[in-house]
């Protein structure tokens, strides 16, 4: 069956999945076929193994259905490969707050399934660790980029996550690897210059986009018809600078897929909208990334990586 190596991984390396396990997919029409062999599989080691549909919204960072939200109770394990992310939702906060090990999967495809998937997630694990020792204590950020990006903000007693690609408890996201923290609200400052903001195939803001950010939010945008400049209209806190985050991933490249993208070697990204389930303050329908590529990043004034090589 496809995937069906892929599905292995999944369940065996990084959820660790036990005959005990009651495991639930949820999943939509665009992803079904991914969800079908996790379930497939899913089947052969736990005791339970069901999935559940749920239509497409129109952003990442939307609550699943209610009776989705409840159903999620019931479960141990959860893995979500859909086309928009619920990871930052009370929904998965809520089931992890219950026992359950939570993968989502936002965007996931064949091309994904079979690049970053098919990593050995201890050399991720070996280079998130890595990635985390040199960030781990700091307090101040600076950003920068050959485009021009130039960003700062401070992370003053916010806590470092890391997604090794290895959820044995918890929650996390499939494809694994990226260390990442919620800025501390109103703190960010400057400008991010877009070099490749897509997800899924559509375009979010052309490369070269300026955004302009002050008092931890977006102010302007040198593109106004572009989708992200309409979601900062349209969705109430979206403006938010809600994460900072560095690629672990040695078998992710970039394919306009954000889900794949933030993995990368030699990236960073950041988000706009939701943070809350990292330790922010703001829970918004809307949590959307933007890689920036070969960054310079300093922390306290010290550099960890120049032009997207780690020092």
Not at 76 to 98: D, F, G, M, R
Not at 254 to 271: R, S
Request: aromatic share 6%.
């Amino acid at each position: 069956m496809k995937f069906q190596k892929q599905a292995k991984i999944i369940l065996n390396n990084c959820l660790n999945i036990n005959k005990k396990d009651r495991v639930l997919i949820i999943t939509d029409k665009k992803r079904r076929e991914i969800g079908e062999a996790i379930k497939k599989e899913a089947k052969n080691i736990a005791i339970v193994a069901d999935l559940v549909l749920i239509p497409i919204p129109k952003v990442s960072g939307t609550e699943p259905p209610e009776e989705v939200a409840k159903k999620m109770l019931n479960y141990t394990v959860i893995l979500a490969p859909t086309t928009e992310s619920i990871t930052h939702t009370y929904s998965v906060k809520n089931a992890v707050k219950n026992g359950a090990r939570v993968a989502t999967l936002p965007g996931i495809n064949e091309k994904i399934m079979k690049q970053s998937m098919l990593a050995n997630y201890d050399k991720v694990e070996e280079l998130t660790n890595k990635v985390f020792k040199k960030v781990n204590g700091c307090t101040n950020i600076s950003i920068t980029t050959h485009s021009g990006t130039e960003l700062s903000f401070s992370v003053k007693g916010r806590k470092w996550f890391l997604d090794r690609g290895k959820i044995f408890k918890y929650s996390g996201n499939l494809p694994g690897g990226e260390v990442f923290i919620a800025p501390l609200e109103g703190t960010t400052n400057g400008v991010i210059v877009i070099d490749k903001f897509e997800h899924d195939g559509e375009e979010f803001a052309p490369p070269g986009t300026k955004i302009i950010i002050k008092g931890g939010n977006v102010i302007d945008i040198s593109n106004k018809k572009c989708k992200i400049a309409k979601l900062f209209k349209e969705i109430k806190d979206g403006t938010n600078i809600a994460e900072f985050g560095i690629g672990t991933n040695y078998k992710a490249k970039l394919i306009g897929n954000i889900l794949q993208d933030e993995k990368c070697l030699k990236t960073c990204h950041i988000a706009f909208g939701s943070n809350f389930s990292m330790g922010g303050k703001i829970k918004t329908d809307m949590h959307i990334d933007t890689v920036l590529k070969n960054p310079t990043i300093k922390m306290d004034r010290k550099t960890i990586m120049k032009s997207g090589e780690l020092v």
